[in-house]
């Protein structure tokens, strides 16, 4: 049953066997996973429910439906912008498709220092092995890289780095390049084409323009969840509760975090909303002679591994490169300056090949919500992440300049950094990066309410399960210990796979 909440003009009100809350990754799967096991389930979404015809490709609009404050959210002090989804199918609807398994030596770190039980890869293999399939990952080749990747692979190769093709979870691609405002070809394999719809089919509802506000607890269990039903504008109009056996977190490491806070749940760990980790990231322009279009073809299809190791004493490679673009809007909001030398700069738009320098970051952000219900978002990178993100960025220069471009540009405020060659990218370094001298964006919050079987060290047991609020799971990247240095959406799905029986156990 779908429930559109924008168009209910009356109370809400449900008794079911499990309430979950976002509908991305995680909480289409574990809404999946539960249904299918013949259980009662409400799959509640804060954003809108959209069609392939929705998925207009006007950035603007996309910006504001799919996006969490309108493609606004960002850091307190507006240093690091944070984007993430909003709407049925939660962050699988705008993201680039990219699927990488958690590394191996991650998994047994979280084990060794975590005190996670029942997650190493053999443990694992099989969620990941289910999910893989049934959202049709598969390695991209040569047919997939549109100009921007080739030219990223080219450089690459160039100098000897260690590379590759990505693994994507899309089917019938047409190479438009919308994939981050929506494909109206409906030709990802995500949350919102494959989970949801069997979800339905196994009776569940779903509710969108649903903002829970809170989980209810009764002596020390969770027993559902109650908010405001949305209009078009998301103002709210209407109630709903939602009586449940069970309630599962998964509205992302900073929609769950926030909840738990907003809801007073207790927090013996003390951990709760305070371990934020982002994968920050910084971006490298290349201007070629030749025309580019970055923005046409399949996204995100190669990437570099040189700098990027997961071993114990990989400490000062931690930094993962890949090629990126963005539509005007978001170009026009990264590239440094004002007025007729910006223009310039966008006039070069064709012309432009970019990468992306995204940190395996240490760094603890906090998330908290102020008196007035907004969510507050504390991050800046610690000493050792900027150093790597300068890292990063050089070596991303170097790559651009190996791959042919006439000038590369690092998008310092106020004045841009110009580099003709490789002698130019010492200026690169870690005190170069400053609040608000350089724009960052995040697109992978994990980490808010880590797993762990001491309750001492993690807010959830290895089952997904709260240590001091029984029947309340988290199945989102909120559980992650650590960052976790791939693309985390394989991760989530498959996390929230691995987790459901443990759920409907305690239905």
């Known amino acids: 049953?779908?429930?559109?909440?924008?168009?209910?003009?009356?109370?809400?009100?449900?008794?079911?066997?499990?309430?979950?809350?976002?509908s991305g990754a995680g909480g289409a799967m574990m809404a999946r996973e539960?249904?299918?096991?013949?259980?009662?389930v409400a799959l509640l979404e804060m954003g809108g429910h959209h069609r392939p015809a929705d998925f207009t490709?006007?950035?603007?609009?996309?910006?504001?439906?799919?996006?969490?404050?309108?493609?606004?959210?960002?850091?307190?002090?507006?240093?690091?912008?944070?984007?993430?989804?909003?709407?049925?199918?939660?962050?699988?609807?705008h993201n680039t498709c990219l699927c990488k398994r958690a590394p191996a030596e991650l998994l047994a770190r979280w084990k060794r220092e975590h005190a996670v039980s029942g997650a190493s890869p053999a443990e694992l293999d099989p969620a990941y092995a289910a999910t893989e399939q049934e959202l049709g990952v598969r390695e991209l080749g040569p047919d997939d890289l549109n100009r921007n990747n080739a030219l990223f692979r080219r450089g690459v190769e160039a100098l000897g780095y260690r590379g590759g093709f990505l693994h994507h979870n899309r089917a019938g691609c047409r190479g438009a390049g919308y994939c981050e405002l929506g494909c109206p070809f409906d030709a990802k394999q995500n949350a919102?084409?494959?989970?949801?719809?069997?979800a339905l089919e196994h009776g569940a509802w779903v509710v969108s323009d649903a903002r829970v506000e809170r989980v209810e607890t009764r002596r020390g269990r969770a027993r559902g969840v109650s908010?405001?039903?949305?209009?078009?504008?998301?103002r709210p109009h209407a109630r709903f509760e939602v009586d449940a056996r069970v309630v599962c977190l998964a509205a992302s490491a900073?929609?769950?975090?926030?909840?738990?806070?907003?809801?007073?749940?207790?927090?013996?760990s003390g951990l709760a909303g305070t371990t934020l980790r982002l994968h920050p990231g910084g971006v490298v322009a290349g201007l070629f002679d030749e025309e580019v279009v970055g923005w046409r073809g399949v996204p995100q299809s190669y990437e570099c591994t040189e700098f990027l190791s997961f071993a114990e004493d990989a400490a000062k490679r931690r930094v993962w490169l890949v090629p990126v673009f963005a539509h005007p809007i978001g170009t026009a909001v990264q590239l440094s300056g004002f007025g007729a030398a910006h223009g310039e700069l966008m006039r070069r738009y064709r012309h432009v090949a970019a990468v992306t320098a995204m940190v395996h970051d240490t760094t603890r952000g906090r998330v908290r919500v102020e008196a007035s219900g907004r969510i507050r978002i504390d991050y800046w990178p610690n000493h050792d992440d900027r150093a790597q993100l300068a890292l990063g960025l050089r070596e991303g220069a170097r790559i651009l300049l190996a791959a042919g471009a006439r000038r590369v540009l690092v998008p310092f405020e106020p004045d841009p950094l110009w580099i003709d060659d490789a002698a130019g990218l010492a200026a690169i370094?870690?005190?170069?990066?400053?609040?608000?001298?350089?724009?960052?964006?995040?697109?992978?919050?994990?980490?808010?309410?880590?797993?762990?079987?001491?309750?001492?060290?993690?807010?959830?047991?290895?089952r997904g399960e709260h240590h001091a609020v029984g029947g309340l799971f988290v199945?989102?990247?909120?559980?992650?210990?650590?960052?976790?240095?791939?693309?985390?959406?394989?991760?989530?799905?498959?996390?929230?796979?691995?987790?459901?029986?443990?759920?409907?156990?305690?239905?």
């Open 475 to 507: 199945c989102d990247g909120s559980l992650f210990p650590t960052s976790l240095g791939v693309p985390p959406q394989l991760s989530i799905y498959s996390f929230a796979r691995h987790l459901a029986p443990h759920v409907a156990a305690a239905c």
């Open 57 to 93: 490709a006007v950035e603007a609009d996309m910006l504001e439906e799919l996006f969490q404050e309108r493609g606004a959210r960002a850091t307190r002090d507006l240093s690091v912008r944070v984007l993430q989804g909003r709407g049925v199918g939660g962050s699988t609807v």
């Open 429 to 462: 370094d870690a005190a170069a990066i400053r609040r608000h001298r350089l724009p960052l964006t995040a697109v992978h919050p994990m980490g808010t309410l880590p797993l762990g079987d001491d309750p001492a060290r993690a807010v959830v047991d290895s």
């Open 34 to 40: 539960l249904s299918a096991r013949g259980l009662r």
């Open 254 to 268: 900073v929609g769950s975090a926030a909840l738990h806070a907003r809801s007073g749940l207790p927090d013996p």
């Open 227 to 234: 908010g405001s039903l949305l209009d078009a504008l998301g």
């Open 192 to 198: 919102l084409k494959v989970l949801v719809p069997a």
């Open 1 to 22: 049953m779908i429930v559109r909440g924008r168009e209910r003009r009356r109370d809400l009100r449900l008794d079911v066997d499990a309430a979950v809350v976002g």
